[in-house]
């Protein structure tokens, strides 16, 4: 038996073992599809627009419910759901920034012990894809200075101080004059894209933009 015949038997039991999943229901799918027909007919028609109060804009592929909340959670446990949620966001991208031009693509960061932590950044993860899928360089713009409370335990006004100052541009000459477009998980009140888009435009940056997966 060749060496080639005896890799692609490997390759059939581990896709028999380690079948490819629909990230919203868990059902298996054909390894070249994203997510099963099912989960596909509850996508929204149109990507979520950002809020008038907010002084960025930001795109989400879906609402923060039902099975999307769940793949967004499932995320933070498991990196490979990010491959085909970075497939999905980039498609919204597309179609809700179609007139834009990106120079570079960025991820929120999280906290160097919490990076050690989980192992990975999801919002990375899916920037990642994203920059392959749309073909525009992805670059770490931004690091994580602050140790932040989670957002979701804060109230109103209290997310906002948490988040103010946490993060630093890496180096502004990458950043001038550039369009960027920040990548996250999801957007609840829009505090930490917020501070992270005015601290990339007090860098030089030309024009921040925001996507996320999921907008609650
Ligand atoms: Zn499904």
């Known amino acids: 038996m060749t060496i080639y015949f005896r890799l692609m038997i490997i390759e059939k039991i581990i896709s028999a073992i380690f079948p490819s ?8 799918i054909r390894e070249e599809e ?20 907010w002084n960025f804009t930001c795109i989400s592929s879906f609402p923060y419910c039902e099975n999307f909340r769940k ?23 597309t179609e809700g920034y179609a007139d834009f031009h990106f120079d570079i693509i ?8 919490k990076f050690k932590k989980r192992g990975y950044n ?3 993860i899916l920037a990642r894809e994203v920059s392959k899928k749309i073909s525009v360089p992805y670059i770490e713009v931004l690091d994580k200075i602050k140790n932040t409370k989670d957002q979701h335990l804060l109230k109103g006004r209290a997310r906002m101080f948490n988040v103010l100052n946490a993060y630093r541009a890496k180096d502004k000459d990458i950043i001038a004059n550039k369009n960027i477009l920040i990548i996250d ?13 005015r ?18």
Do not use: M, W
Not at 72 to 81: G, I, S, Y
Not at 189 to 195: A, D, H, M, R
């Open 199 to 216: 601290v990339i435009r007090k860098a030089g940056a030309n024009k921040v933009y925001c996507a996320t997966v999921c907008r609650a």
């Open 34 to 53: 994203f997510c099963c027909e099912d989960c596909k007919k509850k996508f929204p028609n149109r990507v979520i627009k950002s809020l008038a109060k």
């Open 122 to 124: 999801q919002a990375e």
């Open 21 to 28: 999943r629909c990230p919203f229901c868990r059902k298996v």
């Open 71 to 93: 793949a967004v959670l499932t995320l933070k446990k498991q990196k490979t759901l990010g491959i085909p949620l970075g497939k999905i966001l980039a498609e919204s991208i």
């Open 185 to 197: 998980d999801i957007i609840t009140t829009g505090c930490t894209l917020g501070e992270c888009a």
């Open 106 to 113: 960025t991820a929120v960061p999280l906290y160097k012990s």
